[in-house]
């Protein structure tokens, strides 16, 4: 359920129901809708009928709801994101050619790490981030570098939830995590968003002058299989080339 007073506009409702799918893996009942957002049933059947009409939500044949290709469309059609996509693609295209990992591209969302983009093959390990996903900041490689170069540069104070028994979730572990961040130039997540899965990320930037990444580039995968050092130095010449070709 939402935290705090309902909205009472028909559109904040309305985008309150099409979070609520966006943010499930799987087709949520009307009953599960009504739950996450904390509208009344029949106000959530009204507005979730007319996002079907609207093609921004389907409806499944079981009758449960996810998200529908219009909204996608839609989402494909923002010029910054598209662009920062398009210009990323060869970069994270040839990372995943040398480790034959999951390799991302995300954007600073909130409190979160949003995925735009994800590489991967049959030989990655299997992960559960997905292209649209997000995961809490304090918890991934490509989060930690958003947190490590904000303007105030102060991990979250809000209690922070634990995903696995690795996660940091002290203030003091996080801050002295994240000043390691700053120092060497790029993120580590061990293990603290998925048991046995592992990551480095490095900061992008729009201009190579900027103080703030505006993305991260990330290799996720097996633990055992990623020597940290190497792939950080691998990592930043990615997101070192891509700050120079959105400076150009």
Known sequence: MTDGPLPKSVLARGVLLLRACGGSDTALTLAELALRTGLPKPTAHRLIGELVRLGLVERTPEGTYRIGLGLFVLGQSAPSVRELCDAALPYLGDLHDATQENVHLA???GTDTLFLEKVTGRRATPIVSRTGG????HCTATGKV????AEDRRPPHRTLPRLTPRTLVLPGQLARDLALTRA????????EAEVGVSAVAAPVYAR????????AISVTGGTRRLDVDRLGARVCAAARALTRALSA
């Open 134 to 137: 997000r995961l809490p900041a």
């Open 146 to 149: 958003f947190l490590a170069l």
């Open 184 to 191: 060497r130039g790029f993120g580590v997540n061990l293990e």
């Open 107 to 109: 954007v600073p969302d």
């Open 208 to 215: 190579g002058r900027d103080s703030r990444p505006v993305a």
